[in-house]
């Protein structure tokens, strides 16, 4: 059972929807503008602005289930909030809850030293820099992690780094001052020991950044992908990351939250486009009467909601399910999440598309971008077809497990032989 919103969880909600009244909607043509005239390796000044003001009002890394260093709120507690923040593509960073940082400031808290943490998670929570995680890579497969080919050498007191990566998330902006790099340090090793990640500062030599990768002709916005070459760079041994050998503990432990925190954001994409349909079809006239009072927008309009609720509550169990018993044991709930919150959305935004019209394919009303957004989700970390095998397999594994036949077995012939005449 999902429990209830706490009052902390209610009184964080109204102090959040205030301040997307106050503060992100009214500034979002100005994001829109900012980060189309500056371009993806530049920083938009509006954020900059208001993240002191998000700080201040108590709205900052919220995402932490750390009490000490973040909000202490578990994963259904913050489901509503990072939701409201999915509703702007400007809204998360203003709070410190943007991808990949989240990710990756929750990998420093659970699986760095001390003194990694005194370098790069005290100024990430402070907002004072940003970070890149760099799996994916252009030459292999990357959805199966296992063909990375990166390499991360050891000699002596360094590692040697070497490889080719893209779609690193962050890497073009200016504020970014750590990777988190993942390679192979054993290739001989058994299958899921070959591959670490280790902690490299983006300003070390042989690191370069070649170009920003835009999602469906947007840079930026949503997501700064970027492609990046590493030759030869060296790094002390301190930086690795738990251990050589144990990338894969790392991503696994990493991704779960990533993805929640994913399709939370989705959700209020959804709603918020919703929202821009309802209000759209209201006032647009079309054969004498509003297109809202046509049969097929108040179908698909009903069809959105059922579909926006039915992720919203798979979610919310998902998340209830990794504070009560952990990632691990989630992983079903997490896969399904993540197959079926981006699905919803590309739906719910392609019918808006179809109900604004022309004007729908372009940006006036942040349709084309939120359809990159909920269509790039269907890739980032893991695409679809990974996610559903892995939940067949545990699915076939389930009900072997159980050795019932749960009503489903040999019925027999459909009509009783006792019933046929005799045989003449």
């Not at 790099?181 to 902690?199: C, H, N, V, W």
């Not at 469906?216 to 992908?225: I, K, Q, S, T």
């Not at 095998?389 to 009509?415: F, H, I, M, S, Y």
Request: glycine share 8%; with cysteine.
């Amino acid at each position: 059972m999902i429990p209830d919103k706490t009052e902390r969880v209610l009184e964080l909600e109204a102090r959040l929807l205030e301040f997307m009244e106050e503060h992100i909607y009214p500034n979002e043509a100005r994001y829109y503008r900012e980060t189309e005239e500056l371009g993806p390796f530049a920083v938009q000044p509006i954020v900059e602005e208001l993240k002191p003001i998000a700080k201040a009002a108590g709205l900052w890394n919220l995402f932490l289930p750390d009490s000490e260093l973040g909000a202490g709120l578990k994963n259904v507690e913050y489901a509503p909030l990072c939701e409201i923040m999915g509703r702007s593509h400007l809204a998360p960073e203003v709070f410190n809850c943007s991808a990949p940082d989240t990710g990756n400031m929750e990998t420093l808290v659970r699986y760095a030293t001390p003194e990694q943490q005194e370098r790069w998670l005290k100024p990430l929570l402070a907002g004072e820099i940003r970070s890149s995680f760099a799996m994916t890579e252009p030459d292999v497969a990357s959805s199966d992690a296992r063909n990375i080919q990166s390499e991360i050498r050891r000699e002596g007191d360094e590692y040697v780094i070497n490889g080719h990566k893209w779609y690193t998330t962050g890497a073009t902006d200016p504020r970014c001052k750590l990777l988190i790099f993942m390679g192979k340090t054993d290739p001989s090793a058994e299958t899921y020991r070959q591959q670490s990640m280790i902690l490299l500062p983006k300003d070390t030599p042989g690191v370069t950044v070649k170009r920003s990768l835009p999602v469906f002709g947007f840079y930026a916005v949503p997501d700064r992908a970027s492609e990046i070459t590493f030759e030869n760079v060296r790094v002390p041994v301190s930086s690795m990351l738990l251990g050589e050998g144990r990338g894969f503990e790392i991503a696994q432990g990493r991704l779960g939250p990533g993805r929640i925190h994913h399709c939370m954001r989705s959700i209020g994409l959804a709603e918020r486009t919703l929202a821009k349909v309802c209000k759209r079809t209201s006032e647009r006239v079309a054969f004498g009467k509003p297109i809202s009072d046509q049969s097929v927008t108040r179908e698909r309009i009903a069809e959105m909601r059922i579909m926006i609720e039915q992720c919203r509550l798979l979610t919310l169990y998902a998340a209830h399910k990794m504070d009560t018993v952990g990632n691990k044991e989630a992983k079903a709930e997490i896969a399904m999440i993540k197959v079926a919150v981006p699905k919803m959305v590309c739906q719910v935004v392609d019918w808006a598309i179809q109900a604004f019209g022309g004007g729908g394919t372009g940006n006036d009303f942040g349709l084309a971008s939120a359809y990159a957004t909920a269509r790039i989700m269907r890739l980032v970390d893991g695409p679809d077809e990974v996610h559903r095998d892995q939940l067949a397999r545990l699915e076939l594994k389930k009900q072997a497990a159980t050795n019932q036949t749960g009503g489903v077995g040999n019925w027999g012939p459909a009509v009783s032989s006792r019933a046929l005449p005799p045989a003449e």
